[in-house]
């Protein structure tokens, strides 16, 4: 063995000095041995000069038998036949360095098992995508699907997911594997039975659009990488009264406000505040049997005769059946509540005339207009609090770009982040005194 050093090829060229002087350099590190490696230079004793027959790392000396030379350990000359000497033990591994590699290989064991412990992760990290994997689909409209992803690997820490579920509306990024582009949605409310790891998500396909066509083109057990929370409004714990003016999958958030309101801070549907939700959307497809004829805007005379009768005649439609009447007394379609729709009911029901919801749906004319929301906003309770304080109240705006602009005006960019910008759109035109107003 030729000893320790730098490389093969610095060994290699010690083998010639006069052709390369800086084997030298070689030689040098020929003959050193460090304390703990002693079993490399056994045979040259640190510093002595190498024998003449030690010709580097491949050469074999050999002793009068022909067999190849044993070097001594104690460093002295003397030759001992290879044949009778026993094998020697490089590395002789004394209690000490036992008991060293013990408590390391412990230590290495915690270290790991700490490190890839499920509780000590998070099933969402604001800063980096962390995998969900698909669960199921459930088709809602043409348009739109409810994903149910879950947070792989299972038993991680969802402490973050709940303290957004106490602080408001709240998303999560998704990003398109093969384009790395990303884009936000709104997590719907945890059902009754599913796991806290579950994530689910409202999703509308936009034509050609990157990242929703990706999510409903994708199978079961697709893998799908999530980044979040990230809170986009805070909702004041002193509220009043909320009015969730909401287009499409806007109906998300309003969800979620209901969830945080009536599931998280207020136990008692005695307090807290009341909250109206408008749900506009495209196509009836979309909120099937969620026209309420009397609760809606018709009831408060605002729907024209012909809406009325487009209404009527698509009720007319439907094959006869026996009507099962709800709690609110109204007759129910007979085409199948869509997931969403059912999903609201419920939250309606549950929170006993706290949760007041109202569809519009474009394709039959019945649009949030100027003079509704006056009558809504004059409707609603203007008195002072039992305390003689102001009652808080806030109206939030959530849908498509479109919907925001006629109802608050667009939002605005700064410095690449986007800002609330000037209130413009219906509510500046009615000039809604008295309430807070945030773009979602
Ligand atoms: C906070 C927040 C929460 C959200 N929550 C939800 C939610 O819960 N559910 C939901 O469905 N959506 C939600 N969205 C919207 C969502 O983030 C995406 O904007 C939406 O899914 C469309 O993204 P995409 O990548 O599919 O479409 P994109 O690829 O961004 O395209 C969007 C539209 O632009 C058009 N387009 C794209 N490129 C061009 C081009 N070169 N020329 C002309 N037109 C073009 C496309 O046809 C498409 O109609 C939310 C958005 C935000 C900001």
Known sequence: ???????????????????????????????????????????????????????????????????????????????????????????????????????????GYKVNTWRTNPARSVILNPRFFLPFILQSREKVSSTSVILNLLSLPKGQNTESVSEAWRTGVWSVQVIQPELQIARSYTPLPPIEGTEPEQVRLFVRQEPQGEVSTFLHKINRGTIVNLRGPRVEYEIPDDVDEILFLAGGTGIAPALQVAHTLFNHRIKSTEQGPELRVLWANRRREDSINGLDPFSSPRARGELIPKIRKLADEWQGELPSQ???????????????????????????????????????????????????????????????????????KVILVSGPDGF??????????????????????????????????WKL
């Open 322 to 392: 026996p009507k099962e009447t709800t709690e609110e007394g109204t007759a129910p379609s007979q085409h199948s509540q869509t997931r969403l729709v059912e999903e609201v009911e419920t939250m309606k029901s549950r929170h006993g005339g706290k949760v007041i919801v109202d569809y519009f749906i474009d394709e039959e004319g019945s649009y949030i207009t100027e003079s509704l929301l006056r009558t809504y906003l004059s409707d609603i309770d203007q008195t002072a609090n039992q305390d003689g304080t102001p009652r808080r």
């Open 404 to 437: 925001v602009n006629y109802l608050a005006g667009p939002k605005t960019w700064q410095r690449g982040r986007e800002i609330q910008g000037p209130l413009g759109g219906l509510l500046k035109k009615i000039d809604a005194q008295g309430w807070e107003i």
């Open 1 to 107: 063995m030729q000893g320790l050093c730098c490389n093969r090829r610095c060994i290699q060229r010690s083998q010639n000095p006069i052709l390369f002087p800086r084997a030298l350099h070689a030689r040098r590190f020929a003959g050193r041995s460090s304390p703990g490696f002693s079993g490399f230079n056994a045979g040259k004793p640190s510093g002595s000069p190498r024998s003449p027959k030690d010709k580097g790392p491949n050469s074999k000396a050999t002793g009068p038998s022909g067999q190849p030379h044993q070097a001594p350990r104690d460093g002295s000359a003397k030759e001992v036949d290879n044949a009778e000497t026993p094998p020697r033990t490089r590395f002789r591994i004394g209690p000490g360095k036992l008991i060293f590699f013990s408590i390391a290989a412990f230590l």
